[in-house]
C-alpha cells in the first residue's frame, strides 16, 4: 500500500511539475495579446491542473493493477483525452489499461497507443 501511495504522490508531483511553465507562458501570451489581468484566458491554469490529476489518477490505477504494468505504459492527458503509450505483453493488458483509463473521472475519450511485444 505505501508503494502505491509513493508511486501516486511521484506520478503527482511530476504532473504538477509541468504547471510552472504552462502557467509562465499563458502569462506571457496575455501581456502580448494586450489582455486585461484577472480577464479569462483562452486556455486556463485549471485545464493543465484537471489533465495533471487525470494524468495521476490514470497512473495510480495501472501501479494498483496487476495486470497492467504501470512502468511500461505512459499516460497523457491534454484538454480530457488520455493519451496511452508504451509497451504491453499481452493484447489483453493493452485493453485492460485503457478500460482502468476510461474509470477515470474526467477522462473524455482515450487514445490506445500501447504496442503488443509479447515476452520472447
Same mark, same amino acid.
Given at each position: 500500500?505505501?508503494?502505491?501511495?509513493?508511486?501516486?504522490?511521484? !506520478?503527482?508531483?511530476?504532473?504538477? /511539475? @509541468? =504547471?510552472?511553465?504552462?502557467?509562465?507562458?499563458? #502569462?506571457?501570451?496575455?501581456?502580448? &495579446? $494586450?489582455?486585461?489581468?484577472?480577464?479569462?484566458?483562452?486556455?486556463?491554469?485549471?485545464?493543465?491542473?484537471?489533465?495533471?490529476?487525470?494524468?495521476?489518477?490514470?497512473?495510480?490505477?495501472? !501501479?494498483?493493477?496487476?495486470?497492467? /504494468? @504501470? =512502468?511500461?505504459?505512459?499516460?497523457?492527458?491534454? #484538454?480530457?483525452?488520455?493519451?496511452? &503509450? $508504451?509497451?504491453?505483453?499481452?493484447?489483453?493488458?493493452?485493453?485492460?489499461?485503457?478500460?482502468?483509463?476510461?474509470?477515470?473521472?474526467?477522462?473524455?475519450?482515450?487514445?490506445?497507443?500501447?504496442?503488443?511485444?509479447?515476452?520472447?
Amino acid at each position: 500500500m505505501s508503494k502505491l501511495i509513493a508511486q501516486t504522490l511521484i !506520478a503527482a508531483g511530476v504532473a504538477f /511539475s @509541468a =504547471l510552472a511553465p504552462a502557467y509562465a507562458a499563458e #502569462q506571457l501570451a496575455q501581456q502580448q &495579446s $494586450g489582455q486585461q489581468p484577472g480577464q479569462q484566458p483562452k486556455s486556463s491554469v485549471g485545464q493543465y491542473v484537471d489533465d495533471s490529476t487525470i494524468t495521476a489518477k490514470v497512473k495510480a490505477k495501472h !501501479a494498483e493493477d496487476k495486470v497492467v /504494468s @504501470a =512502468l511500461r505504459v505512459s499516460v497523457e492527458t491534454k #484538454q480530457g483525452v488520455v493519451v496511452l &503509450s $508504451g509497451e504491453a505483453k499481452t493484447d489483453g493488458e493493452k485493453q485492460r489499461a485503457e478500460m482502468l483509463a476510461m474509470q477515470v473521472e474526467g477522462v473524455k475519450s482515450v487514445s490506445n497507443k500501447i504496442e503488443v511485444k509479447p515476452k520472447s
